[in-house]
């Protein structure tokens, strides 16, 4: 599908209110991600690859986009008769039941692709916002590292990427380490062109996560965030510019380390999980999730 020009129109995406929730800190098992069939036989799903170096929050992102997305968005559930049914539900009743506790993930497993076959059904009842397929596929940052300098994936990885199948791009970068991670995503955009996958025509977003290092749970203007992006990764938004790609800050809440030493969240920060959401079905659908309804709908309900 070809991406929502409208929305790209608007590169730096920010919340526009704080949407919170506290939560209780817990002690039990942390999330550790399950290996899945990585086949690739059926095409009928939206694809989005998470890319970024270790460490930089990627499993924190999808666990808190798909808890934003069963609390507050509507309702998510494993997709029927896919390859991993019943892993796919172990895994999100972790991650949604983690967080909820204040546990954050556990690091993706090195080689492998970490995949989540899901169904996404809004709760805003117009008849143009529906369902969609959902497959979310993230793997661990020391595999991102391998395509600098000419180096290639794990043929798990290659799989996917070579595959003619719609996938959206969700590009994490730690607001610590940005500057750093600059030349990984330019070689990244590199990659993908070699492979014949232009960012003209596909969905494809910034996300500058931890901004709560930044001393602040959110960015005074857009310009503040549109300034850090260019100061700390040129070369990354000369890219995204160039393609009219999207761009936006993320946090999760509040974290502190407990007794072990072990991050712990205090206060769940669902602001930016909403933005992605918001993002990722309009870069799709070319629906806002938050669209209104047509006359009729609005006045009977219906």
Do not use: C
């Amino acid at each position: 599908m070809e991406p929502n020009k409208n929305l790209q129109e608007k590169k730096v995406l920010t919340p526009r209110a704080p949407v919170v929730e506290t939560i209780s800190n817990s002690t039990t098992n942390e999330f550790v991600a399950i290996s899945d069939s990585s086949s690739l036989s059926s095409k009928d799903s939206n694809f989005i690859f998470f890319f970024g170096n270790a460490s930089t929050g990627k499993s924190v992102i999808l666990a808190s986009m798909l808890y934003h997305m069963n609390a507050r968005a509507g309702a998510i559930r494993p997709k029927r008769n896919s390859p991993n049914t019943k892993e796919a539900e172990v895994l999100l009743f972790d991650l949604l039941d983690n967080i909820r506790k204040g546990i954050l993930p556990a690091r993706t497993t090195v080689n492998q692709v970490t995949r989540l076959d899901m169904v996404f059904e809004p709760n805003n009842r117009s008849k143009k916002v529906k369902p969609i397929d959902l497959t979310f596929l993230e793997m661990a940052g020391d595999d991102h590292m391998k395509i600098r300098r000419g180096g290639v994936y794990h043929r798990s990885i290659e799989e996917y990427l070579n595959s003619d199948i719609p996938l959206n791009f969700i590009l994490v970068t730690d607001y610590n380490t940005a500057k750093e991670d600059d030349s990984l995503m330019f070689s990244f955009f590199n990659e993908l062109e070699r492979k014949g996958r232009s960012f003209k025509s596909v969905n494809a977003i910034l996300v500058i996560s931890k901004w709560d290092k930044s001393g602040s749970m959110g960015v005074s203007s857009e310009e503040q965030l549109a300034d850090y992006i260019q100061q700390n990764m040129p070369m990354t938004n000369q890219k995204m510019d160039t393609y009219g790609l999207s761009k936006t800050f993320y946090t999760v809440g509040s974290v502190e380390k407990n007794e072990k030493g072990e991050d712990r969240l205090l206060q769940l920060n669902l602001s930016t999980a909403k933005v992605l959401t918001d993002w990722l079905y309009e870069s799709i659908t070319n629906v806002s999730l938050d669209y209104e309804g047509t006359f009729w709908e609005r006045i009977f309900g219906k």
